[in-house]
């Protein structure tokens, strides 16, 4: 059972581009997280998605961040007209219910030049 | 909103030693999970905590949970060079069921 994906691994945009994260969660789990994480630091909570459905984006910036899972496909973190500091390293976890472990991605580790 | 708060920041220590990281939230928690985060690497589940005064082990790893539920400790007996890393806790309950609030991690590094 394959774990969780994220693609890229890496990704570079200039300021002022668009930047799209993919994430396929664990084959029989129906429930994604993003989180955010700056350099030694915590991972941030930014939102909660089950198939079609966000649950819970009490930690997404208002403005330039959305993300969706739609019923077929990966689940997708976009970061419109990217500023500095959104570089970080933003992590996807899965699981198959709403409670306990998540298993999480290896990450996409985005810089803005 | 919901705060963990958890110490210390850094540990540096000998292979051999022991090593502990305490978790504190101001309120009570719903349930606790520990991760493990190797440098480079992403977080990987260690173990969750439901009951008040609820101890566990995995081999060399000893997690607590307080019994007011307000506070949580990892212990790591004779640390290994394979221990090194960020020891995450996070509050699994909160107001969003699901959503995991993360302490900001210890890291530690063990001198062989």
């Known amino acids: 059972n394959a774990g969780v994906m994220q693609n890229p691994r890496h990704l570079v945009r200039r300021r002022g581009q668009e930047a799209r994260l993919r994430c396929s969660p664990m084959k029989g789990h129906s429930h994604v997280y993003w989180y955010r994480q700056l350099p030694e630091e915590g991972l941030k909570f930014m939102v909660y998605l089950q198939k079609e459905n966000i649950i819970d984006e009490s930690g997404m910036p208002k403005e330039r961040f959305s993300a969706e899972f739609p019923k077929e496909g990966p689940s997708i973190l976009r970061i419109q007209q990217v500023v500095r500091g959104d570089s970080a390293a933003y992590f996807c976890a899965s699981s198959p219910t709403g409670s306990g472990e998540q298993y999480f991605g290896p990450g996409t580790r985005l810089t803005v030049t | 909103g919901q705060q963990v708060m958890q110490i210390p920041q850094y540990q540096h220590v000998q292979e051999g030693e022991d090593f502990t990281t305490y978790c504190n939230s101001s309120?009570?928690?719903?349930?606790i999970q520990w991760y493990k985060q190797r440098p480079g690497g992403h977080p990987v589940f260690l173990i969750q905590l439901v009951k008040s005064g609820e101890v566990k082990k995995q081999k060399r790893l000893t997690f607590q949970f307080g019994e007011a539920k307000k506070n949580s400790s990892l212990h790591i007996t004779a640390t290994q060079t394979t221990d090194v890393g960020t020891y995450f806790c996070?509050?699994?309950?909160?107001?969003?069921?699901?959503?995991?609030?993360f302490g900001q991690g210890t890291i530690l590094t063990v001198h062989p």
């Open positions: 996070a509050d699994a309950g909160g107001t969003s069921y699901g959503k995991l609030t």
């Open positions: 309120t009570t928690l719903s349930n």
